[in-house]
């Protein structure tokens, strides 16, 4: 039983436009979301997070947005550029233990120069 | 500074072989996890230690795995026993928070069972 799906395993966007993936969750107890990203041979970098009592946190080009009522989560990329090109997962944590990271299965971004 | 670093990089057994995976988290991190990925998959938490006590082993698939971390530094996974279905990538990350939010991801071990 899947709680956090990544339902777009793959996605390719043209360098300096947006990229949005897509993240939802089945667990309303879920009370802090996180965004890692991978590249090939390495560990998860984190990325930015989100608590459940905002509805965005904006870093730089990367923005996360949190629709509770949904259960869904999005980041959003802007402007895009090739370096960005790597795995992205979504992640949640909640009553289990704040520690206790349950992750998605990865969308895989192509950012095409 | 350094990051976490894991070694093996790279691990080969034979099925019935016991394995043990090295975890070196970042200098005075408190906190430190343990992640299995399997191929396509996301990571999938396995223990929790913070400093040398391991609060939270529920995510271990089996009594073959064990996990310590006796001086609260390094910490080693072993496997006793592998089976093909423990082929994986196995993560460590280490926190300096007791949350462990923000956790720090090594490298990672593949291990791969024959």
């Known amino acids: 039983d899947q709680q956090v799906k990544q339902n777009s395993p793959s996605l390719s966007v043209q360098e300096g436009r947006i990229s949005i993936l897509n993240c939802d969750y089945t667990?309303?107890?879920?009370?802090?979301f996180l965004w890692y990203k991978k590249y090939p041979a390495e560990g998860p970098t984190f990325l930015i997070s989100i608590s459940s009592i905002k509805d965005k946190n904006e870093d730089g080009r990367f923005t996360v947005f949190l629709n509770k009522s949904a259960k869904h989560l999005s980041l959003h990329i802007v402007p895009s550029q090739p370096g960005d090109s790597a795995v992205y997962f979504c992640a949640a944590s909640g009553p289990s233990g704040t520690y206790k990271y349950i992750f998605g299965t990865g969308t895989r971004l192509k950012v095409l120069a | 500074g350094a990051g976490v670093s894991q070694s093996p990089r790279y691990k080969v057994a034979k099925r019935g072989q016991d394995v043990a995976l090295r975890c070196d988290p970042i200098s005075g991190h408190v906190s430190l996890f343990w992640y299995q990925q399997a191929l396509g998959q996301g990571p999938e938490f396995l223990t929790y230690?913070?400093?040398?006590?391991?609060?939270?082993k529920s995510g271990l698939p089996s009594d073959r795995f064990f996990a310590e971390r006796p001086e609260g530094s390094v910490s080693t996974l072993k496997i006793q026993r592998t089976q093909q279905e423990d082929s994986a990538v196995y993560l460590c990350?280490?926190?300096?928070?007791?949350?462990?939010?923000?956790?720090?991801f090594g490298p990672g071990t593949r291990l791969t069972v024959l």
């Open positions: 230690f913070q400093n040398e006590a391991q609060l939270d």
């Open positions: 990350a280490s926190s300096d928070r007791l949350a462990g939010n923000e956790q720090f």
């Open positions: 667990n309303s107890m879920f009370d802090y």
